[in-house]
């Protein structure tokens, strides 16, 4: 059974592939074949019921018909998006559905397979949509943990870093802030420490990502400097 490591680092929890389609045999057909190659399978007649027992912070993807009765996969991908989960979702359709699957894709569904498709076609899509889901909630944990560390700072260490990471140097520092170059390093020295950074790229790459620092003005700076 496939697993992922937990956004917290403590637990690990179970990929599922979530199949909605109001065909019976077909999710079956689906379920028997994303099993078979280790992964866990929860399929659904329909769209509400697949809305009721979906978690959002379970990671996996969603194999969704674009054409059932009810509410519709169309609509499933509005209400999901609505709700600002970012699943990725590969749309399978019938010839006829194809134009209704390329709107999906406008409107975030990552791609469609239409029906007849080969087993290793699907099989491939799921592959790839689970290893973007997996790395979106890298990048989300990382987010959250580097917000974390920002919170420990008060307001005049942010007040450094952003001056820092931006290319001032010291001694520029301390004179747009009326302060001593020697407080300006004490300010420094505790931003580096309460971040984690054991260098200033570190630090600049943290502000990147946490945007608090456009990556034009970051690259702009000069990181032998000091």
């Known amino acids: ?13 179970t990929v599922t592939v979530h199949v909605v389609d109001d065909d019976p045999s077909m999710r079956d057909s689906l379920r028997w074949l994303i ?3 280790g992964m866990h399978v929860d399929t659904y007649n329909n769209a509400d019921a697949f809305l009721e027992q979906f978690e959002p912070d379970m990671p996996g993807c969603l194999v969704l018909d674009v054409r059932m009765p009810g509410t519709s996969g169309m609509e499933l991908l509005d209400t999901l998006k609505n709700r600002g989960v970012q699943m990725p979702i590969i749309i399978i359709s019938g010839h006829g559905d194809v134009p209704m699957a390329v709107q999906a894709l406008k409107r975030g569904a990552m791609d469609f397979l239409e029906k007849p498709f080969r087993d290793q076609e699907l099989l491939e899509q799921v592959s ?7 790395a979106r909630r890298k990048r989300t944990a990382s987010v959250a943990g580097i917000r974390a560390k ?24 301390a004179s747009r802030l009326g302060l001593s170059e020697k ?31 456009d990556p034009s003005d970051c690259c702009n700076a000069d990181l032998d400097r000091d």
């Open 183 to 213: 407080t300006i390093e004490v300010h420094r020295s505790r931003v580096m420490s309460k971040m984690q950074a054991k260098t200033l790229p570190c630090l600049v790459k943290m502000a990147i990502v946490a945007g608090i620092c």
């Open 35 to 37: 099993e078979s190659v």
């Open 150 to 173: 920002l919170e420990k700072l008060t307001p005049r260490e942010r007040e450094v870093m952003i001056m820092v990471v931006g290319g001032y140097a010291n001694k520029q520092v």
């Open 128 to 134: 790839r949509a689970i290893e973007m889901d997996s």
């Open 1 to 13: 059974m496939t697993q992922v490591q937990a956004d917290n680092g403590t637990m690990p929890k």
